[in-house]
Structure formats: structure tokens, C-alpha cells
């Protein structure tokens, strides 16, 4: 699967002469900043001489209908149940989320991406995270892999959920390191955006990022079997992504992801029938009347009905309220 369709053209016009209303599962995207280059190396304190250049900066009395063009692309190419993933510097939040507010879009989580290397600073707090800001195009199914890099029943040392922590909104990953390496103004981490595109997409789906930069979302998306499609407006910046693509093997990530544990409860957060609420209460009297204690009876049931622990003893206090009350629970 090499399903590639990536423009050398301005995001909005190109969007517009190319991809067709609510086509694309998920959009990945960092767009400008709004901040003057000079300004940028000097908070970052960072050699300026091995940022490749071509990058095109949106001046910032420009901002705001900028961000309202491109988004209203993004909320028009979507398909409905879409997810869109949009990395922001605090300075133009305000005005990427209010262009959101103009949109359909539905914002699910305001992510904070917590890096290493932060803004250069003595006189206030470094800052050293990024926004993500997490939405969905209402009217169909949403793609969200809830157990794709952790199964439910992983833990830590301490005895923590590893699915848990991984989907909590605060993220921590570093930047990529490269010293004396060319590299574009602010590349994403490729951990990153592998992380987005587990959770929101799955093999085939067709990936887009309005502003490429150094190809990252589109080497991602080949690396994990997803179709991509998008936008860089530079030709150098353009014609330099191209050149990164050739060497690019189609599901090179694959193997480098990881594979969760099979979740053992696998009706977790399921409706319970009447059936099944009845069959658990005459299974938990045999467990019983067979010696187990209560937590070895639950233990069981747990894993013949594939039901969690907390689940089960809910339902079974349910029964003894019944019980206790006269209620039709209690003729067994």
C-alpha cells in the first residue's frame, strides 16, 4: 500500500482543486506559528544555520483569516466521524480556537504535549509544551482504537494502567534530537504522530496534513499502511520531502509498533442482559458452595464472562439489595 498524493500548492486552494468533500479519515497538522523567524531561533536559543530554509512564515495581521480558511478546508475534506489533530503554540491559540468555534467540529480534548528543550528564557517560567487540540467532524462512527498500544489489562510496577496513562491528556515526548543535522524549523517527533494515528486511524484509511514541512506525518502514515495526502507550499521544503519519500518502504512501522496484551474482559463496558445478570448470581452460589471465598468466585466469573472485576461485584450487590428488599432477584 504506497498511496501517495502530496501537492506542491497553498493548502487551501490546493485542498479546494483536489480532494473531494468529507474524503479523508484523519487530518495530522502543524501549521505556522505566526512568529517572526529571528525570533523564533533566539527564544529557542538555537543555530539557525541548520534549519533549512524556504519556510513561509503567515504574517501576523494575517492570522486570523488565515486560520479560518484552512480550517474551514479541513472541516470540508473531512469525512463525517473524522478526527482532526492540530498542534498550536500558545501565541495564535485564541485564533485557531476561534476558528474552530466557526466550524461543526466537536472539540474531544485539548491535549498538553509536555517536550524536552524548552523556550530560552531568565526573567519568566520556561515554557516547554505545545497544544493539541483533538476534534471530530459530527455524523459518523468515530475511529478511536482505545486498546491499540496498551491492552486493558497491562500494568506498570506499581500496579497502574498502562492504557490508562498512555490516554491521559497530558503527553510526554521529547523532541528528536539531531545535532548538526539539517533539519525543518519545528519538526514533530515521529513518536508523536505515531501516537495520533494508532488511536485515530486504522490500515488504508487516507491520512492528510495541510502543511507537510519535513514530511513526518506522510512517512508515518506509508510507515504504518495509511493513505496520505496533503500540502507544502515551499518548493524547496517540497522538493526536499520528496527526496526523504523515495527510501520509504510501506509498513516499515509496523514491526516497531507495539503489540498490546489481548484484553482478557473483552464485553468490558458492555450492557449487561437480565440472562446474563442471573447466570452470574447462580454461578457466584456454586463458586461459593464449592469453598471459594469471595474474591476466588469473582476471579472466576470474571474470566468466563469476560467481565471486570468491579463490574461483576456491582451486580452482585445489586442482587443482595433485591434480595434484601423481596424483589424478583431474590426467588433464586
Known amino acids: ?28 497538522t502543524d501549521p505556522p506559528y505566526g512568529i517572526d523567524a529571528n525570533s523564533f531561533e533566539k527564544h529557542y536559543n538555537r543555530n539557525g544555520s541548520n534549519v533549512n530554509d524556504g519556510y513561509v512564515e503567515i504574517p501576523a495581521e494575517e492570522y486570523v483569516d488565515f486560520s479560518q480558511s484552512w480550517i474551514s478546508e479541513a472541516e470540508r475534506i473531512l469525512r463525517p466521524g473524522g478526527s482532526i489533530y492540530i498542534v498550536s503554540g500558545y501565541t495564535n491559540l485564541f485564533h485557531v480556537l476561534s476558528a474552530l468555534s466557526r466550524t461543526s467540529l ?5 491535549i498538553v504535549w509536555k517536550y524536552n528543550f524548552g523556550v530560552y528564557t531568565t ?21 478511536f482504537n482505545t486498546y491499540c ?37 519545528n519538526e514533530l517527533p515521529r513518536e ?17 496534513d495541510m502543511f507537510l ?16 495526502t496533503g500540502f507544502e507550499i515551499s518548493q524547496k521544503i517540497y522538493s526536499m520531502g520528496i527526496e526523504r519519500l523515495k527510501d520509504i518502504k510501506p509498513g516499515f512501522l509496523l514491526d516497531e509498533t507495539r503489540v498490546p496484551q489481548p484484553n482478557t474482559h473483552i464485553k468490558r463496558g458492555k450492557p449487561w442482559t437480565e440472562y446474563e445478570i442471573r447466570r452470574v448470581m447462580e454461578r457466584y452460589s456454586e463458586l461459593r458452595a464449592e469453598g471459594r471465598n469471595k474474591r476466588q468466585s469473582i476471579d472466576t466469573i470474571s474470566m468466563e464472562f469476560s467481565r471486570g472485576y468491579f463490574s461483576i461485584t456491582n ?18
Request: include cysteine; aromatic fraction near 10%.
Open 315 to 332: 451486580i452482585l450487590k445489586s442482587y443482595q439489595k433485591e434480595k434484601a428488599q423481596g424483589g424478583f432477584l431474590s426467588e433464586n
Open 192 to 208: 508523536l504522530i505515531v501516537k495520533m494515528m494508532q488511536y485515530s486511524s486504522n490500515e488504508g484509511d487516507l491520512v492528510c
Open 213 to 228: 514541512g519535513g514530511f513526518s506525518t506522510a512517512i508515518v502514515a506509508i510507515g504504518l499502511n495509511r493513505r496520505i
Open 106 to 110: 466537536r472539540l474531544v480534548n485539548h
Open 149 to 185: 498500544r496498551y491492552g486493558a489489562d497491562e500494568h506498570d510496577a506499581q500496579g497502574g494502567s498502562l492504557n490508562y496513562r498512555d490516554r491521559e491528556d497530558v503527553w510526554i515526548i521529547n523532541k528528536e534530537y539531531k545535532p548538526n543535522q539539517k533539519k525543518n524549523r
Open 123 to 143: 526573567r519568566k517560567y520556561v515554557s516547554s509544551h505545545y497544544h493539541i487540540l483533538y476534534l471530530t467532524k459530527p455524523g459518523g462512527k468515530v475511529t
Open 1 to 28: 500500500m504506497f498511496d501517495i498524493s502530496i501537492y506542491n500548492e497553498n493548502c487551501i486552494s490546493g485542498a479546494r482543486k483536489h480532494i473531494k468533500n468529507s474524503s479523508v479519515d484523519l487530518i495530522i
